[in-house]
């Protein structure tokens, strides 16, 4: 089942719909805001289709989003008849921080507000939970599993809702909605509905923000730069259907084509409908930049555009590790961010460092940050040999004593790699040479 | 070292004044002058807006925060603010921010006791203070109607309430669009239009108008007594270049020829209700004289520290 839900906090009606959106209902649906686009350069912030946005429009609720989770937990029955048990919260005890949210059933209380690492549910769950059945279990018997919040550090959030339910075992099941409330920041996805999906590249002032004479500040900025290679004639046609819509107060239909007979808004009557209203017929503004207050060298296509927020949004994704969790197989960092994993100096990365000369970068981020391991090796035979902690010696096994062995430090993964080629046959001996 | 001042003196002539807009010219002077006037107009007059919400009780269908952001949004009359305190340097309550000197507190009760719905309004909304109160559009506007209603907050059905308490602080609208007290603050460069009466005489009559008519805004106009073409409304004009391209494409380049005068302006400030228009202007006036006043004495940091307290630091780049 969907655990996520996103909801825009003021959702508007597209300027601009085709007779199939209609048709379908998907005006009604509420899933972006008609934002006024300058189509122009502005601060190389946004190259490759990023976005610049208004700080203004952001504090008045432009792209505002709520970001809802489920959370569940059960209270499992087990097979010799015990079951866990939720307790009520130690308000004075080590954890009674991270309880606050606690109600004195033990569970989050809606209308709390949730931090990171918070406790949800004060659950502990029986030590024992097989072979013979069992009565009345002492307090001994149970150890404490809390389920604490995940969500993002340092935001807080708000437990929603608390319901319980059962689930299919007939268990009994808690769920938790935690609500966050977030409004643009810079890596978050935006698109307008032509498919001219980008990320804010930066938030401007409004006063930087360039301005008509009419008073008229656009929402974003977006490269023109999108244009040409992705010919979304649409979205321009979008521009100018918005445009005359809003200036004349009438929704435009955009549909394609707009054929004769059909019910389209033809680009020449929107035009026709711009300069009624004083605009240019072509839908550009002549624009006075914000900083300096002269004029701009070119005219500005400026109109709103139906603009979407994506659910790609840097709060979710954002990740950065110090020293953490590694994989026991190969001993290097996990990779992820659910499981904290570390970011990766893959081939061309390594590539770099090795043209440019790095090496002790190249050893410290390949080694010693990844998985270093100490080996014995025999300069006799070239196989892996063992320490032997008694005797305080590297022994080599195959040669049966410690007369010729190395001590020396190579990545954990090789170690594995030599010792999976034994197992098949295949002998890697080591050369050693001084260093 | 002697030379030659170009101390110029700013004329400013008002056009229009309401108290939610004003219409200004401003002569003799710079685009960098007159654009900073416009940008402290956004972004550094204060004005007193709801920051802190408590909520007591909230079953409506919307969430708190989405209230607590509303209520941040709605305008307060702020003719104090440029008196009042900031409440991060206000001595009186060690930078909490709920003195006199620096909060207006706001109390806000209502339940629906009826099948219809109870829309809660800026109205509802109840000032410890009668000088800062939600600002009320309903005589500025004109028109009579029956019910004052103020900005629709949130709307309650049957059983619903909401119970808060809120305190507005002083802050500006760089910090956030709620203290901004500017909706629309612009500014045109006044154009100067001169017709080549020599060239426009060439023109036939038809001709005259199809020119006339090339301008998506009313700027010129066809007399047919004298079948002259006038100017009737300079400002009008949007630097679109049509007239001008419309009598190239008539083969008479130079007919018409437009400048923008570079040290006049032409304001047009609509105010959220905050402070009225033309007070917006001398308060925008008065912080960009602190402004200035910062920067001439910032080699003489201390002093300015005492003088000007946050706004010296904050011209530092401090």
């Known amino acids: 089942m969907d655990s996520l839900l996103y909801l825009l906090v003021y959702p508007q009606r597209p300027l601009l719909t085709t007779k199939t959106i209609e048709l379908v209902g998907y005006d009604k649906l509420g899933a972006g805001q008609n934002a006024t686009v300058a189509v122009m350069s502005y601060s190389g912030y946004d190259i490759e289709d990023a976005i610049v946005m208004n700080k203004a429009s952001l504090d008045r609720g432009f792209g505002r989003c709520i970001h809802m989770k489920r959370y569940c937990a059960v209270n ?164 100018l259907g918005g445009k005359a819509g809003v200036s004349c107060g009438r929704f435009h239909y955009g549909s394609a084509f707009g054929e004769p007979g059909g019910h389209a808004d033809k680009v020449e009557a929107i035009s026709e409908t711009l300069v009624r209203m004083g605009f240019s017929y072509d839908g550009k503004d002549f624009i006075y930049s914000g900083i300096t207050g002269c004029p701009l060298q070119a005219y500005i296509f400026m109109g709103p555009i139906y603009y979407q927020k994506l659910k790609h949004m840097v709060l979710d994704k954002m990740h950065a590790r110090g020293s953490g969790p590694r994989v026991s197989l190969t001993r290097q960092p996990t990779e992820g961010k659910a499981r904290n994993g570390g970011l990766r100096v893959g081939e061309m990365e390594r590539d770099c460092l090795i043209a440019y000369g790095a090496s002790m970068l190249l050893y410290e981020r390949l080694m010693i940050s990844s998985d270093p391991f100490e080996v014995q090796v025999c300069r006799v035979c070239g196989l892996l040999g063992y320490y032997n902690h008694k005797l305080k010696t590297g022994i080599c096994s195959s040669c049966k004593n410690g007369d010729n062995i190395s001590t020396m430090k190579l990545p954990y993964a090789c170690k594995l790699l030599i010792q999976e080629l034994q197992s098949m046959n295949i002998v890697p001996r080591l050369k050693l040479a001084e260093a | 070292m002697e030379g030659k001042s170009y101390q110029r003196v700013p004329r400013v002539k008002i056009r229009e004044m309401r108290d939610d807009y004003m219409k200004f010219e401003l002569r003799d002077t710079d685009a960098s002058v007159a654009n900073a006037l416009r940008r402290v107009m956004i972004a550094e007059v204060p004005t007193v807006a709801i920051d802190l919400v408590e909520i007591e009780i909230n079953s409506s269908v919307l969430n708190d925060e989405f209230i607590a952001h509303r209520l941040g949004l709605i305008p307060l009359t702020s003719d104090r603010a440029m008196s009042m305190r900031f409440s991060r340097d206000c001595d009186a309550c060690d930078g909490d921010g709920q003195c006199e000197f620096c909060s207006v507190e706001f109390h806000l009760r209502a339940k629906c006791h009826s099948d219809q719905t109870l829309d809660v309004t800026s109205k509802d909304l109840l000032s410890s203070d009668h000088t800062v109160v939600p600002v009320d559009f309903s005589d500025s506007a004109g028109m009579e109607s029956s019910e004052q ?157 005492d003088q000007f307290g946050e706004l010296g630091a904050h011209m530092r780049g401090g």
């Open chain 1, 76 to 239: 499992q029955k087990y097979d010799n008849n015990t079951q866990d048990r939720i307790l009520r919260p130690n308000r004075d005890g080590t954890d009674s921080g991270p309880m606050r949210v606690l109600d004195d059933d033990g569970l989050a209380a809606p209308g709390e507000i949730i931090r990171r690492n918070d406790i949800l549910i004060n659950k502990q769950v029986p030590v024992v939970t097989r072979g013979q059945f069992k009565s009345a279990l002492n307090d001994s018997e149970f150890k404490s599993v809390p389920q604490r919040y995940d969500g993002p550090q340092g935001e807080s959030c708000v437990v929603d809702k608390v319901a319980l339910c059962s689930d299919k075992h007939n268990n009994l099941c808690f769920k938790f909605l935690i609500r966050h409330t977030r409004r643009p920041e810079v890596g978050d996805k935006f698109s307008s509905r032509h498919g001219q999906k980008g990320v804010c590249g930066t938030i401007v002032q409004q006063e930087d923000f360039p301005f008509s004479e009419r008073g008229i500040c656009p929402d974003l900025i977006m490269n023109p730069h999108g244009f040409p290679s992705r010919m979304t004639v649409g979205k321009m046609i979008e521009l």
């Open chain 2, 149 to 305: 209603k103020g900005i629709i907050i949130v709307k309650l059905r049957r059983g619903q309430e909401l119970r808060l308490r809120a305190i507005a602080r002083k802050g500006i609208g760089k910090d956030h669009a709620k203290w901004s007290p500017a909706a629309t603050v612009t500014f045109m460069y006044e154009p100067d239009i001169r017709i080549n009466e020599e060239l426009m005489d060439m023109l036939t009559l038809d001709e005259k108008k199809a020119w006339v008519e090339s301008s998506p805004t009313k700027v010129f106009d066809f007399d047919p007594k004298t079948e002259k073409v006038v100017v009737v409304d300079p400002e009008a004009y949007t630097y679109d270049d049509e007239v001008i391209k419309k009598a190239e494409a008539m083969g008479k380049p130079g007919l018409v020829d437009i400048i923008a005068k570079e040290d006049s302006f032409i304001f047009t400030v609509e105010s959220t209700g905050a402070v009225k228009a033309s007070q917006l202007l001398l308060n925008a006036i008065e912080v960009l004289k602190q402004k200035l006043d910062a920067v001439r004495l910032s080699e003489d940091t201390v002093e300015a520290d």
